[in-house]
């Protein structure tokens, strides 16, 4: 079968397809014939520096499942599945455990034609949803799932900031309306202000035009402050998105794409009582409940550009160049 690999050579870390045994899954393994994946921002870094090389690449991926182990019993072959970001997360808190097995870094991930998998370790994905959109669920949408509405408890009403277009901030804003919220989005492109809008965003402020969003915040808000911040920036927006914040306001911590930042104090957490929580993607559990909420209001990831299985790294610099609006997606 044909699969990628991440390979040091003469201490440069290359990305090269390959010829690989099609795997035979374990007893407790099923068999994913894998036909899309999705690119995280994670992929990048991965990329750069994979700890374990030769390493099979992403951990977005879904396919059908064309045999199954003879202890699998939840799971059967034709079943259209995705793999989970965590595959020994199943529930209940997050554990130093769980990073021993996720898939695209500390074992092998999914870009590749076949993949054998643990059954625990896949969930069925919802039917109305093509590859490439149930490709997109693993890492962007279960961390958003997670963000707004598992630890965030998300309401109708409530007012949701997400940043930028990337995948985790435009499943976010599609979570915040389906909960009946109202989204407050950010972009530094002004190309993708009206498709922004065109999703549902109630106010969108480019971040580069206007530096200081949180003012437009706080005046969207009628000084009040957003509910909730969906922070993919990191140190480099933080300070800004406590500023935004209503008292009492809840603030998921995602991402790192702002950079170093401004010096950052404590003040505004405890006079706000803001509440800050660190997200990392989501338990099965919670990939399971995000499934039926998405097929219960036929929701549809927004897949922005589908490259062929030859184009792993022209569909990487595309990530990497950050005109992408949502997902980008690579057919197996
Ligand atoms: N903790 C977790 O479980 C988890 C899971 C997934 C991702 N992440 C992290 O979350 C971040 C987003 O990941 P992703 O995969 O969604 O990324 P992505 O798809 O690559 O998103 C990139 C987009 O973010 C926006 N952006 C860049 N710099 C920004 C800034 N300073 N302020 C606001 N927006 C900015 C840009 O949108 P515009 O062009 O519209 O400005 C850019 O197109 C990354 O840091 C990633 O490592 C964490």
């Known amino acids: 079968m044909r699969a990628y690999e991440l390979r040091n050579e003469s201490g440069k870390t290359v990305l090269a397809m390959t010829e690989r045994p099609r795997p035979a899954p374990a007893a407790?393994?099923?068999?994913?014939?894998?036909?899309?994946?999705?690119?995280?921002?994670?992929?990048?870094?991965?990329?750069?520096?994979?700890?374990?090389?030769?390493?099979?690449?992403?951990?977005?991926?879904?396919?059908?499942?064309?045999?199954?182990?003879?202890?699998?019993?939840?799971?059967?072959?034709?079943?259209?599945?995705?793999?989970?970001?965590?595959?020994d997360w199943l529930s209940g808190p997050l554990t130093a455990n769980a990073f021993r097995t996720v898939l695209g870094q500390t074992v092998d991930g999914v870009l590749a034609e076949y993949v054998a998998?643990?059954?625990?370790?896949v969930v069925r994905v919802p039917g109305h949803l093509s590859f490439e959109e149930a490709a997109a669920l693993p890492c962007a949408g279960l961390t958003a799932w997670q963000a707004l509405v598992t630890q965030g408890r998300i309401k109708p009403g409530d007012t949701v900031v997400v940043m930028g277009t990337g995948g985790v901030s435009i499943f976010a804003l599609q979570f915040a309306l389906m909960s009946g919220a109202r989204v407050i989005a950010t972009t530094g492109s002004e190309s993708k202000e009206q498709r922004l809008k065109s999703l549902g965003a109630g106010a969108v402020i480019n971040y580069k035009s206007t530096p200081d969003w949180e003012k437009q915040v706080l005046e969207l808000t009628g000084g009040a402050g957003a509910d909730h911040v969906v922070e993919v920036?990191?140190?480099?927006?933080?300070?800004?998105?406590?500023?935004?914040?209503?008292?009492?306001?809840?603030?998921?911590?995602?991402?790192?794409?702002?950079?170093?930042?401004?010096k950052f104090s404590p003040g505004n957490i405890i006079m706000k009582g803001a509440r800050l929580r660190g997200i990392f993607v989501g338990s099965r559990?919670?990939?399971?409940?995000?499934?039926?909420?998405?097929?219960?209001?036929?929701?549809?990831p927004v897949v922005d550009r589908v490259f062929q299985f030859e184009e792993a790294a022209p569909a990487l610099a595309f990530v990497e160049s950050g005109a992408h609006f949502g997902k980008v997606c690579i057919r197996i």
């Open 28 to 87: 407790d393994e099923v068999l994913v014939r894998m036909r899309a994946a999705s690119l995280n921002f994670r992929d990048l870094l991965i990329g750069r520096a994979p700890r374990n090389a030769p390493l099979i690449p992403l951990c977005d991926g879904a396919g059908e499942v064309v045999e199954t182990g003879a202890a699998v019993r939840s799971i059967k072959a034709g079943d259209r599945v995705a793999g989970t970001y965590f595959q």
């Open 285 to 300: 559990d919670m990939f399971e409940e995000m499934n039926r909420a998405i097929e219960l209001n036929a929701m549809r």
């Open 233 to 262: 920036g990191g140190a480099g927006t933080l300070p800004r998105s406590l500023r935004a914040l209503r008292h009492g306001g809840f603030v998921s911590l995602i991402g790192v794409l702002g950079g170093a930042g401004e």
């Open 117 to 121: 998998l643990k059954e625990h370790g």
